[in-house]
C-alpha cells in the first residue's frame, strides 16, 4: 500500500487506506463474477456450485462494511435531512445489492427457479464492491485536489523569516522570534535578509525586491521615511527600521487572509449535479416501489417475491459503474493530455469552467513579459561613441547588485567589449552609482543624480521620453560631469504574448491588464498588445476587487499571473491561471498552471477544455441511456411479451458494456488534435 503523506487531511488518510486495502479483494470478487463460470470447480456439482457465493460473500463483505462504510453513513444523513443525493443512491444500491446476494446466499431454496443460473442462484456482490471501489477512488481525487488549497497559504506563511534582529534602548542588538516584535520597535536588516514586519527606514539605503508582492522586477531603493514591506528582501546595504504592522496586520498577513476567503467563496461543483440526482433518486425509488407493489398485486405466484427481487434489481441497476466512471474518466484523460502539453489543471472545476470564461484578467511584469530586465539600446552624445558609453557603464556596474546593473554588464560581455576594474565606486544614493574608471570620474544613474551632479541631460531628452512611452528604463552617464549617454533597460515582452492575446480576443474573450507596474509602462506594453483596458499601479486587494466587480455583473473571469501579488486574485476568480515560471504561492493559489509560463498555453487548455466537457456530456448520455434502458427491464415490464426476467449475468454484461463504453469514449481524448 502506498505510503501517506502526513501532511493529507485525515478523511483522505482514511479513504486512501480503505481503497488499497480493499481494491485487492473487489478484483477477485470481480474476477470471480465475470469469469467463475468458466472454472470448473466451482460447476461441477450442484452442492459445489454454491460455493463459490460463500466465496463471494467472504471477499465482498469487508469492501461493502468496512470499505463502504462512510457512504453508507452520508447516505443515512441524506435521507435524515430530507435532502435526497447521489448518496442516497449509492447508499440504497450497494446495500440493496448486498443485503440480496446475502439473502440469496444463505436462502438460495427461497428464490424462484427462474432465477437459477449454473446450479446456483445469482449474486450481486460484485455490483457492490466495484461501486464501493469506484465511489472511494473518486473521493480520494477530489480530497487531493481540495488539499491543495492550503498549499498556497502554507507558501505565504513560510516567505515570512523566523526570527527579527532588535536593537534594544542600549544599543544592544539580538535576535528574537517574529511574534515578539511589537510595533515601535526598531530593527536591523542586514544585507540578504528578509523584511521582517510592515515599518519604515530609520537609517540607511539599500535596494529592497518586492516583487513577490508588487510584481514590479527592478528592487526599489529605500531611504529614510520610505515604508518597508514584510518578507520583502533587502537585497544590499543595512537598514534600520520602526516596527509598525505586525502579526495579522501585516500586508503578507491580509494576502494569506483574501486567498483563504477567496478559496472558501468558490460555490460547489456538484451543486447542480446533486440537484438533478435528488430528482433521479426519488425516481429511482417511487419506480423500485411501483415495481414491488405491481409484481404484489398483479404478478404470477410468488407475486411478492418476485415484486422484491424485482424492486432490488432496480436499484442495483440505477447505481451502475458508467455513471461513476462518466466524469472521473474523461478528467483523467484530459488532465494526462494536459500534462504532456505543458498544462496541469489542479481540479475538474477547472476544466470545466474554463470553456466558460469570457474575461480574461492579465498581469503585465513575468505573465505578457519576460519579468527580467535585459538591455535595449544606448544612445551617445557627439563627443562620445555609444561603444564607449557602454563600456564605461559596464565597467563601474560591475560592482552593482542591481538588476538593470547586471543586464548592461551581461549585454557588454556579450558584444565582448573589455571591462576596466573600477577605481572606486559608491552605491547608496538611491538614484545611482558614482566611482573612477581608468581616471575619468563617473555618474551613472536616473535623471535625479544628474540634476544632484550638475549635470544637463537635454541633449538626449528627447530620445530618453521617447523611450520612456514604450516602457523602458532609462539610466544617464556622465563622464567628469559631461553628459556621455544614455543606456536603456527594458522588460522584453514575451514571444507569443501578442499572439495569444490576438487569438484570444477572437474567440470573444475580453483582455484586460492589471499590474503593479506603473501606469505608463503598463499603457505601453497594453498597445503593443492590442489591450484596451489597463489598470496600472494596482495593489493585491485591487486585483482581487476587480475579479470580484466583473462576477457581480455575471462575467466569468479567468485571472492569469505570476506572482505572490497575483495569489489573492487567482483564487477569486473562476479559473485562476498561473505561470509556472513564476511562484509557488501563485501556483498553489491556481486552478491551472502553464508549466513553460506562455500565454499560449490558454488557447491550448481551453480548447481541452471545450473537448473535455463535450466528452463527459457524451459519457453522461451513454450511463443515462443505459439506465434509461436497463430500470424497465430490471422492473421486469417485458416479462408478459418474453416470459423472461433480467438475470443477474445479463445485469452484469449490461454495466460491462456501459463502463466499456464510458471507458473507450474518454480514451478518444488523447487522440483529440488541440491546436
Known sequence: MPALDDDENPELRDFTRRFWWSLPLTLIVTVLAMAGHSLDIFHSHPISSSIQNWIELVLATPVT???????????????????????????????????????????????????????????????????????????????????????????LLGLSPKTARRINADGREEDIPLPHVHPGDHLRVRPGEKVPVDGSVLEGESAVDESMLTGEPVPVMKRAGDSLIGATLNSHGSLVMEAQKVGAETMLSQIVQMVARAQRSKAPMQRMADSIAGYFVMAVIAIAVLTFVGWGLFGPEPGWVFGLINAVAVLIIACPCALGLATPMSIMVSTGKAASMGVLFRDASAIENLCKIDTLIVDKTGTLTEGRPVFHSVEATPDFSPQAVLQLAASLDQGSEHPLAHAIVNHARAENIALTKPESFESGSGIGVSGLVAGKKLQLGNTALMEAAGVSTKPLQERAESLRLEGISIIYLAVDGVLAGLLAVSDPVKPTSKEAVTRLRADDINIIMATGDGLTTARAVAREMGIAEVHGEVKPQDKERLVADLQQYGRKVAMAGDGINDAPALARADVGIAMGTGTDVAMNSAQLTLVKGDLMGILRARALSVATVKNMRQNLGFAFLYNSLGIPLAAGLLYPLTGHLLSPMIAALAMSVSSASVVFNALRLRNSRID
Open 65 to 155: 462494511l468496512w470499505a463502504g462504510w462512510p457512504f453508507f453513513v452520508r447516505g443515512v444523513a441524506s435521507v435524515r435531512d430530507r435532502s435526497p443525493n447521489m448518496w442516497t443512491l449509492i447508499g440504497l444500491g450497494t446495500a440493496a445489492a448486498y443485503l440480496y446476494s446475502v439473502a440469496a446466499t444463505l436462502f438460495p431454496q427461497g428464490f424462484p427457479a427462474i432465477f437459477m443460473q449454473d446450479g446456483r442462484i445469482g449474486v450481486y456482490f460484485e455490483a457492490a464492491a466495484v461501486i464501493i471501489s469506484l465511489t472511494l477512488l473518486g473521493q480520494m481525487l477530489e480530497l487531493k485536489a481540495r488539499s491543495r488549497t492550503s498549499a498556497a497559504i502554507k507558501s
